[in-house]
């Protein structure tokens, strides 16, 4: 067990048990690209907190916490009074979100957790567990959802917020915009995950046996040379590459990854063209106190 951990009574003595490999790496540029996109939705993922009922004091598990971006975002709102416990199972991920903390004055209650979910254990009470972008990566996330909804106190919040895929789009229709999405959402698919994991969150909660949340959902959207989803969805592919190529989904002379985004924006300014991420679908509810 990690000593740094032992002030959260965290053990971890369970094997990990998913054999998939995760579909978007964790290069370098990948974990740069978390931060990019914890950037450009880190309002969205404010509003869902603050619907859920996140408050200065709280204790909080951020679940598949990356590289820090949503945890911080909880430390700041539950503030020294409070604590914050991220957990991922990528070291790098981990030490990235470590420094982070520190750099932002938070170290003394944001910690993380170099973790595997499935062997995560604790003796801690929380007043909240929340994530984001990281049911739809779980083998059953319901089962992790049961599993671990029972480290947060009676009354205690559970809000998640995850990607409706399919709703992805570009008017007018963009022929780039569409084969890069195809290739995206084809790779995380194939790869095994669930690329509609927002609209399934109800039906998650419910098998996790918690109430049906109230939700919310919010988009990206861009147009004009200045945007910054073309970089966005060039280093998403750039990322999901290897898998895409194994897959047989696409070779990196399709992609061209090196000039995407310039071909993307060049696109989308010829066409007027008004480019939307997926929405980010937030889902919250409360652990009955019966
Ligand atoms: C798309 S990233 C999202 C990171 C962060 N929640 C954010 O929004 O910036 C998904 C994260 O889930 C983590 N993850 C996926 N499956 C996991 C598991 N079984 N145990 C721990 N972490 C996991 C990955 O390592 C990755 O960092």
Known sequence: MDKRLANFGVSTDAPATDPRPYALGYSTRELQRLALQGALIRDFTQDVLRRAGIQPGMRVLDIGCGVGDVSLLAGEMVGPRGMVLGVDRSPEAIDIAERRATEAGQCYWTRFAAEDLDAFACDEIFDAMIGRLVLMYLPDPSATLRRLAGHVRPGGIVAFQELAM??????????????????????????????????????????????????????????????????????TLRSLLPVAERLGIATAEEIGIDTLAERLCREAVEQRACVMTPPFVGAWTNIPSW
């Open 166 to 235: 399919p709703l992805t789009r570009s008017f007018p229709e963009g022929p780039l915009f569409s084969r890069c999405v195809g290739w995206i959402s084809d790779t995380i698919e194939r790869a095994g995950f669930e690329v509609d994991m927002g609209s399934r969150l109800p039906m998650t909660f419910a098998a996790a046996g918690l109430p049906a949340p109230q939700m919310i959902s919010a988009g990206l959207a861009g147009s004009g040379p200045a945007s910054p989803l073309y970089n966005y969805i060039s280093e």
